[in-house]
C-alpha cells in the first residue's frame, strides 16, 4: 500500500468512538486517517472480507434495514452456505497444515509481475498519459516483502465471491462518501459485471411468471436477460424526467391478478440517471416520490447506475471534489431508509467495460444471497482486473484522484453531447423531431411525428414507417437506435416513435456529419 | 502476432482442400502455416467470431452432430438474439457512422500499456522466470499500428461472448490439436471459469425437480450448484476407475418415475480425470463403455476437465510433445460421435484460477444456446485476463511452449503426489486406512475402515464417528476434507469413510508432517 498521505486532522473521522455521540461523515480527506484506525486488512489467499470492516464509526449510528425474505424466490431461499468454503474457518488454527482445499499452489502461477501504465492527475488525456503516466509495478510476493496489501500470489489463486479485500475496501468508501447509506448494515460485494448482477437479481427475487416493473423504454438488454427466466415487464409511463411514480403507483393500485394470470410486480428495475435509451434523469423530487411508491406497495428497487458520473453539471474550477459530490443528484442508496433498495455499479462506462468488474450495494441480508449464489457460479471477477483496477484507483490515484477522473471525465461527455445537440439543431426538421437535451449518459432521444410521413395516408403501420426510416438512414449511411427495440412491455401497443443517438464514441466531426445524414433521410422519407 | 515460426511443411495441413480428400491431422507445428492459409482474424471492437474460423479441413471430413434441442430446458428454449447485438451487422456497411451502440471511446480507458513478465520455456520455475522471464508488452493502439491481433482497446471495450477471437483461437486449435472431435460442427467458447459454466448448464439443460446424474463422491461445490435449482442428485457408485457404467445403466433401466417423483435423469456430470474427491482416473475402456451407456439412454454428458493434464506418466525426454499428446487417456470429446459431450475447459490448475477464464466445446448447437446467455449475464470473461492469457500462450509460447509447460507441471505433480504417497506409506495405519495411488489430479482418497473403531460397540454413528476423527486430525494440526462434503445423493445412506488429501499447495516436508499427524490422530482415535 502507498503510504497515507498528509493527514487533515479536522476532516478525520473520530479518534476514540465511545466518546463521541455522533462521528463526522467519511470524506476523501478523511480516509487515510480512518484506515490507520482500523484492523489490518486481511491478505491471505481467499482471506474473506467485508464492508463492515471498512465502513466508518457514523455507519453504526442509524438504524437497521428491514427484512425482506419475504421477497427471495425459492431458489435463494435454498441457497446454504458452501461445504468447503465453510470448512476455511479451521485454517485460522495456529500451526495448522491443510491437506484440505484444492488451492493450487502460486509457484505454478507463470506471471511475475504486472506492470500498468495510468495517467497522471491531472494529465488524464491518451497524450498526457503516454508522456507523463506512470507506471504501476504488481509483483507475484509484494505482500510478503511489505510493499503493498494485494499481489499476483494473491490475485491469481481462488478468491471470495465478495472480491479482494483491497479493492471492496476502496469501494466501500466510495459508496459511503457519495451515498452515505441511511440504515446501518449496508454491504457491498464486487461482481463480474453488472449485467451479471441483474441476472442474477432476477434469479434472487423473481419466480417463472412473474411480471416487473420498467421505464417503459429501457435497456434492452436488461429486459431480454428477464424474458428467458419467463418474468414479463409492465413499462410504466414516463416524462422527460423519467418514469412517472403516479403511474406506477395506478398500475401498482389496479393490478389484477386473475387478468394478469400473475401476482403483483414487487421488482423495479429503474436506470435513474441518463437512462438508457431515453437520456432522462430523475430529479431529486422524483426519486422520493418514486421511492414513496416503492414503500407504498413493498417493492424492491433495482437501481441500475452505470451513468451516474455521467450528470453534465458546469465545470467548478479549484479543488472540485467537494462541489462535485455536492452537485450529484441523489441516489435511490441514499434516500432508502429501509434497504430495499439493490444499486449495482459499474466501472463500464467510467473506467473501462472489458475488466468486467462492478460492485453491488444493499442490505447485508441481501448481499448475502447474491454472495451465495456467486459462490456457484461466477466465484469472483478476474483477480487480474481486481489488480489492476486496485493499483489504479486505490494505490495510485486515491479517492481524491478517481473523482477528479470522474470530474473530467463528465466534462468530456459534457462537450460531446454538446457537439451531438449541436448538430441536432443545425441540422433535423424541427416540424417532426423533437429531443430535450440530455443532462446525464451519453443518448440522446428523438422523437418523430410519424403521423406527417405520406406513408399514413397510404396505410402503412407505425412498425413499417420506422423500418423505412431506420433503413433510409442506414442506406445514407448513419446507424441509430430504432425506439422499438427498447420497449419491454409486450402487452401494449407502441404509440410514438424514437430513434437514440449515441454521442460516446464518434468524434464531433462525425457526429455532425451522422446528422447531418439522418436529416436527409427523413427529409426524403417525409418529403420536405 | 509474433512472426510464425520456420515451417515443417510436411506437418502442415494442405494446400488446396478440395484437391484432397482426406487433410491431415492439425498438429503443433503446423498451427503457423495454416493459420497463413486462412482468413485474417477479427480485430475490430467487440468483433464477432468463432470456432468455425480456426478449425483445419479434416473437421470438415466428418459428419455433423445430432440435434439436442429435446434436452433443453424451457430457459434456454426461450433464448432469442440479442436485439442490440443483432444490429450490429449493420456495422459492415462501407463509410457508415453509428451513433447507435453505446460503446465508450477508448481514449477514455486509463491503460495505456500493460506488461507481464512469465517464464521463458525450459525455465519455468519462478526463480529462472525471475533472472530469465521474457516481459510482454501490450500497449493500447498495437492492432493499428500493426504490432499484435489484439491490444488494451479492444480488450478493454465491450466484447463478444465467445471471447476475444485471438484468444479463441488458441484455444479452438489447441482442442483440435488434443482432442480432434470426431464430429465437423464443434466449437468452443470463452467463459469467466467452468463453475460458471457448470452453472450455466444446468440451467440449459434441467427443470426444476429433475435429477442429475454424478458420481457418488463428487466435487462438493458442484452439487451445491444443482441443490437450490431444485435439481437433486444420484450418486453413481465407483470402483478405483470412477463411475460404473453398468450400475449407470441399472439405475437409469430401473428408474422408477413415480417413486422418483421425476423424470429419468438426462444429465451427466463425470470429472473423467483425476477426479475430485476420489483422485480416480477413468481408463479409456471405461469411457467407451460409459458413452455406450450414455447413448443407450441419451444422456448429455458434462464432462468438467480441470485436472485432465495432471496425467502422471513417466517422463520423456527430448521432444515431448507428440509423446505427450499420445500418452493422455483419451477425452469424452474425443470419442463423442453424437456431439453430446459438454467438455468445461479450466486454466484454474495449470495457468491460475484468479484468471477466471476457461471454454467449453460442445456442437455448434448448444454452443449457441450456452452464448445467447452469457450475452445477457456475464457477457465474457474479462478482457484484461484474456490478454494476459493470449500474451501469454499464444504470442509468447505458442502450442509448443504451452504444451511444455503441461508436461514440466505434471512433473511437479507427480513429484508432489509422489511426497504424499510415501508420507502415507511411512506414517498410516495399515490395518484401518486403505488407497491407491491417484494417477492424475491433486487428492489423495483414504478409505478409513470405521466398523474398527471402539466407538462403534458404545454405538456411535458412522457420522458422529468421522466428525470425531476430523476434529481429532485438526486438534493434533492437521485439515484434510471429510469424505462425507462429497456426497451429492441424500436418497442413499453412507456406509463407507474416506477422508481426501490434497497435494497442490504444501511442500514435501509440510506434506510429511502433516500426515503424520494425521497418523497419530487416527492411533488415537482406534486405540492402536
Redesign the interface.
Known amino acids: 500500500m502507498s503510504p497515507p498521505t498528509p493527514l487533515d486532522v479536522n476532516l478525520v473521522g473520530v479518534t476514540d468512538t465511545s466518546a463521541v455521540p455522533i462521528p463526522d461523515p467519511l470524506t476523501v480527506n478523511g480516509v487515510p486517517a480512518w484506515r490507520e484506525k482500523m484492523a489490518k486488512i486481511p491478505t491471505g489467499v481467499a482471506a474473506a472480507s467485508n464492508s463492515d470492516m471498512f465502513k466508518s464509526p457514523i455507519c453504526y449510528t442509524k438504524p437497521k434495514a428491514k427484512q425482506f425474505e419475504h421477497r427471495f424466490s ?3 431461499k ?3 452456505a ?3 468454503k465453510t ?1 476455511a474457518r ?2 485460522k ?1 495456529p ?11 502460486s ?13 497522471t492527475a491531472p494529465g ?3 497524450e498526457a ?2 508522456k507523463s ?1 506512470t507506471v504501476l509495478h504488481a509483483g ?1 510476493h509484494d505482500i510478503q516483502e511489505g510493499i503493498s496489501t494485494y499481489d499476483l500470489e ?6 471470495q465471491a465478495t472480491g479482494a479485500a483491497p479493492l471492496l475496501r476502496f469501494v466501500t468508501e466510495h459508496t459511503e462518501i457519495i451515498h452515505s447509506p441511511p440504515y446501518s448494515d449496508w454491504q457491498c460485494t464486487l461482481t ?2 453488472s ?2 448482477a441483474w ?1 442474477t437479481a432476477l434469479r434472487l427475487f423473481c419466480e417463472r411468471g412473474d411480471y416487473i416493473l420498467m421505464e417503459e423504454y429501457t435497456f ?2 436488461a429486459a ?2 428477464a ?4 418474468i414479463k415487464v409492465v413499462g410504466i409511463p414516463m416524462d422527460e424526467q423519467g418514469l412517472l411514480p403516479d403511474r406506477m403507483d395506478e398500475i401498482l393500485s389496479n393490478w389484477d391478478v386473475d387478468a394478469r394470470g400473475a401476482r403483483k410486480p414487487h421488482v423495479l428495475y429503474t436506470i435513474p440517471t441518463g437512462q ?1 435509451p431515453t437520456g432522462a434523469t430523475q430529479s431529486a423530487e422524483r426519486r422520493h416520490a418514486v421511492y414513496e411508491v416503492a414503500q407504498k406497495h413493498d417493492l424492491i428497487i433495482i437501481e441500475d447506475e452505470p451513468y451516474y458520473f455521467l450528470q453534465m453539471q458546469p465545470y467548478t474550477s479549484g479543488d472540485a471534489t467537494p462541489e462535485f459530490i455536492k452537485s450529484l443528484v441523489p441516489s435511490f442508496l441514499s434516500m432508502d431508509t429501509d434497504g430495499r433498495v439493490v444499486r449495482l455499479e459499474s466501472f ?10 462492478g460492485w453491488i450495494v444493499a442490505s447485508e441480508q441481501i448481499i448475502e444471497r447474491f454472495v451465495r ?1 456467486f ?11 481486481q489488480l ?1 483496477l486496485f493499483k ?1 484507483l486505490d494505490e495510485h490515484w486515491g479517492h481524491s484522484g478517481y473523482l477528479d ?1 470522474l470530474i473530467n ?1 463528465r466534462m ?1 461527455y459534457t462537450a460531446r453531447r454538446d457537439s ?1 445537440v449541436h448538430a441536432c439543431e443545425k441540422h433535423l426538421p424541427r416540424e417532426i423531431v423533437h429531443w430535450e437535451a440530455p443532462a446525464a449518459g ?2 440522446n432521444w428523438m422523437e418523430i411525428d410519424w403521423h406527417k410521413h405520406p406513408g399514413v395516408a397510404a396505410g402503412k403501420t407505425r412498425a413499417a414507417i420506422e423500418e423505412d426510416i431506420f433503413l433510409s438512414a ?1 442506406n445514407g ?5 430504432r425506439g422499438s ?1 427498447f420497449k419491454p412491455d409486450h402487452d401494449t401497443v407502441e404509440e410514438k416513435m424514437f430513434f ?7 468524434s464531433s466531426e ?2 455532425d ?3 447531418s ?1 439522418f436529416a436527409e433521410a427523413l427529409r426524403t422519407q417525409f418529403g420536405l
Chains 1, 2 share one sequence.
Open positions: 425459492l431458489e435463494s435454498s441457497r446454504k458452501s461445504t468447503l470448512a479451521y485454517l488454527n500451526g495448522l497444515i491443510s491437506l484440505g482445499g484444492g488451492l493450487p499452489s509457484e505454478y502461477f507463470p506471471f511475475e509481475h504486472l506492470d500498468i501504465k495510468v495517467p488524464f488525456s491518451p498519459t503516454r503516466g507475484k494473491i490475485a491469481l489463486n481462488y478468491g463480474p459485471g449485467t451479471y441476472d434492452a438488454s431480454e436477460t424474458f428467458p427466466l419467463g438508457n463500464s462506462k467510467v473506467i473501462s467495460p472489458g475488466s468486467r468488474v449464489n459462490e456457484v457460479s461466477s466465484q469472483n471477477p478476474s483477480g487480474i482486473a489492476a489504479l477522473w471525465l468530456s451531438l451519453m443518448f442506414v449511411g448513419v446507424l441509430l437506435s427495440w437514440r443517438a449515441t454521442f460516446a464514441a464518434a462525425k457526429i456529419e451522422a446528422i445524414r
